[in-house]
């Protein structure tokens, strides 16, 4: 992910769910943060989401922060708001009316799926959406794809087939909430020696209601994540470090058949070595190996659901190489091996590998900067990232998607408190897959974005 630019204003949302059309609207990302992507386009702002309170916001306002609000969207005419808002702070409106324009003439072109679905509004409980936010209850009749499948050949398409018969009805409502205590502590044993201990506590509630079967059920968990490290430095320049982790995680959701998901637990223990190898420059490498029980995955038998895995497992080794190599070069780059799979499950095969993980990935990026002379503050770089081929459906390990290598370049100068940078992502335009849920649902890569920004620093 590309960080933002220095001297950005800090932002208060990691990601205030910004929906996926604004976001295209303005050339963001979608696998990026929102805010993240806009503080980086205009870093005088401070973005508060769906998460910001609103004494906070109302702060901000007293104060004269340049202050752009993002909501969540709950029908069509909130993105469109959306995307002008947006358009409105990275000023670019025209380009936001041409985007709304492009929404509307995508909404006109499939109509017949929409009268479709005011047909199913028609029939009692077949189709209805709670008021209020996306996240709120709904009530729903739907075919399940796999088990009857209406594939359309896009070469020969032959209309007018049965529709598939509604196999599933669902509907249901989820309350979460989650509180935790964390202590951690280190202690040096003696100059060489260093201990590390700390837990994390969490006091989890979840009340899920199947509104179809009129069922009810809670969960009150507590979980404990502890941990324990050791570091151990014979010289000044080399660490070697060792550490023992739990940990908890509560899972949201419920599966095809209305069930709420068991939190996710894990155990994890990681061997490595931090090696100074002269002023500014060092190389860090670990192996790990990690087990963890109720992972979600997508539902091999219906993409629109997840399921718990019954446990999974992974293990493998990373190295990174961070610093100045000279005082005008510096270096940032990594390998990591890392081999996946499901050790015990009921529904996927065991010794599967896990969705989206590449057993090879990695990345090198170098920046010279000039130190002295009429060029002082002007540098360059470029680098690559690699991503090795990976599972893309749970449910058909023949489907994998493709490899890929990325070419990055950026430059910039400094000037005083300014900054004047230039950054090319995927110079030559590759066409690449990031992830996918299954073979019908691959999410396409970035194509190239060219990036302009200058900065100050007060």
């Known amino acids: 992910m590309m960080p933002l630019v ?25 696998t990026r943060g929102l805010s993240e992507e806009i503080v980086a386009l205009r870093p005088d702002l401070v973005v508060a989401g769906a998460f910001t309170t609103r004494t906070t916001v109302g702060l901000l306002k007293r104060v004269g922060f340049p202050l752009l609000e993002l909501a969540v969207p709950n029908d069509f005419e909130g993105v469109r708001a959306q995307i002008r808002t947006i358009a409105a702070a990275l000023e670019r409106p025209a380009r936001g009316e041409a985007m709304v324009a492009d929404l509307d003439a995508r909404l006109a072109r499939v109509m017949p799926a929409a009268k479709l679905l005011r047909a199913l509004v028609m029939r009692p409980n077949a189709f209805t959406v709670a008021p209020g ?17 209406f594939a359309i050949d896009l070469f020969n398409p032959v209309y007018g087939q049965a529709k598939p018969p509604f196999t599933r009805r669902y509907s249901a409502s989820e309350n979460v909430g989650n509180t935790a205590v964390y202590l951690q502590d280190q202690i040096a044993l003696s100059p060489e020696w260093k201990l590390l201990l700390g837990n994390r506590t969490d006091f989890y509630n979840q009340t899920f209601r199947d509104k179809v079967a009129n069922e009810r059920t809670e969960q009150d968990r507590t979980g404990f994540s502890p941990r324990a490290g050791l570091v ?42 931090k090696l100074d190898l002269f002023d500014g420059l060092s190389v860090t490498a670990a192996a790990f190996h990690i087990e963890k029980e109720n992972v979600l995955t997508t539902d091999p038998a219906d993409f629109f659901f ?27 780059g990594g390998y990591a091996f890392i081999d996946a799979a499901v050790t015990r499950d009921e529904v996927l095969r065991v010794g599967s590998p896990l969705l989206n993980i590449p057993r090879h990935s990695g990345s090198l990026l170098g920046i010279y900067e000039v ?14 990232r690699a991503v090795g081929s990976r599972l893309g459906d749970s449910g058909v ?26 950054n090319v992502d995927n110079i030559f335009d590759e066409t690449y897959y990031e992830r996918s849920y299954n073979t019908f649902w691959v999410g396409v890569g970035e194509p190239r974005r060219v990036t302009v920004s200058m900065t100050a620093r007060f």
Not at 6 to 30: C, F, K, N, W
Not at 306 to 332: C, K, M, Y
Not at 371 to 384: L, P, R
């Open 6 to 30: 220095e001297g950005s204003a800090t932002y208060l949302a990691q990601d205030p769910r910004g929906s996926t059309v604004a976001r295209e609207a303005m050339g963001i990302a979608v």
């Open 133 to 149: 936010s996306l996240g709120d209850a709904v009530n729903l009749l739907r075919s399940t794809p796999r088990l009857d499948p």
């Open 232 to 273: 151990y430095q014979p010289l000044s320049f080399l660490a070697l470090y060792g550490n023992v982790a739990a940990s908890f995680r509560p899972n949201t959701g419920f599966d095809s058949a209305s069930r709420p998901f068991a939190p996710e637990t894990g155990f994890a223990y990681e061997v490595g070595a």
């Open 306 to 332: 997840q399921i718990a895995a019954g446990a999974v497992r992974s293990e493998g080794f990373d190295i990174s190489l961070v610093g100045q190599v000279t005082p005008e070069f510096r270096v940032i």
């Open 371 to 384: 130190q002295a002379g009429d060029w002082k503050g002007f540098g360059i770089g470029g680098g690559f």
């Open 397 to 422: 390990e023949s489907f994998r998607l493709p490899g890929y290598i990325l070419t990055d370049a950026l430059a910039y100068y400094r000037y005083e408190n300014l900054r004047f940078g230039l």
